[in-house]
């Protein structure tokens, strides 16, 4: 069973745009990390949330944590060629210790 | 200071062949976790060990196992390796206190059976 769903699977947009990913569930979460991977590398850690309601501010990268923290999303303002990666949404619920992994979505960003 | 670290980076096996993966934790991390991940899939949980201890298995079969050594690194056998193992393998490493679930990756360790 996915226990996250992320939204949309595969982005390709313009040098300069906004954009934003969606990381959803049924289950609640006690803490979700967002990663970012490059091909054939393992995943950076980008930010952790944990309040319900939370929002943190990476530069131009903007987490937020859902009130019911069963949903996250991430908004990048102005993207750029060096965002291009795949996206990962990442939480533990329920008395699981190990993280649980959304799909990912897939980041292109064209100078 | 030193992140997760695996090796080798490569591995090429045949079928039927066992292989072994292995993980450094960041230092002072108690817990590591294996995950999958085969082209155009995502992550899958495998193993989980905490202080030397299994704590939590993904569901895959049984030729899947390692163990955690008192310096709490960590290694990841494949047995009677089938061409389906083909996939980079991620070792991540946490420091379980609370409810802290953050864990950080190594560069991972690419499979390829043939």
């Known amino acids: 069973t996915q226990l996250l769903e992320q939204s949309p699977q595969f982005l390709s947009i313009q040098e300069g745009e906004n954009l934003t990913v969606y990381c959803n569930s049924s289950s609640v979460f006690s803490s979700l990390q967002w990663y970012r991977q490059e091909p054939g590398e393992g995943p950076v850690l980008l930010v952790t949330?944990?309040?319900?309601?939370e929002v943190k501010k990476l530069k131009r990268l903007t987490f937020q944590f859902g009130d019911a923290r069963k949903d996250s999303s991430l908004h990048i303002t102005a993207a750029q060629p060096g965002d291009t990666g795949l996206y990962l949404c990442a939480g533990a619920a329920g008395s699981a210790r190990q993280l649980t992994f959304g799909s990912g979505t897939q980041l292109t960003v064209l100078p | 200071e030193a992140g997760v670290t695996q090796s080798p980076t490569h591995l090429i096996k045949t079928r039927g062949q066992q292989a072994t993966l292995r993980c450094s934790p960041i230092?002072?991390?108690?817990?590591v976790y294996w995950y999958q991940q085969a082209l155009g899939l995502g992550l899958q949980f495998l193993l989980w060990?905490?202080?030397?201890?299994?704590?939590n298995r993904g569901n895959f079969p049984p030729r899947f196992s390692g163990r955690q050594f008192p310096n709490y690194s960590s290694e990841l056998n494949v047995n009677a390796l089938e061409l389906e193992d083909s996939a980079l393998y991620l070792c991540?490493?946490?420091?379980?206190?609370?409810?802290?679930?953050?864990?950080?990756f190594g560069q991972g360790t690419r499979l390829t059976v043939v």
């Open positions: 949330v944990v309040t319900g309601g």
């Open positions: 991540a490493s946490s420091l379980v206190a609370g409810g802290n679930t953050e864990a950080f």
């Open positions: 060990y905490d202080e030397g201890e299994e704590r």
């Open positions: 230092s002072g991390h108690t817990s």
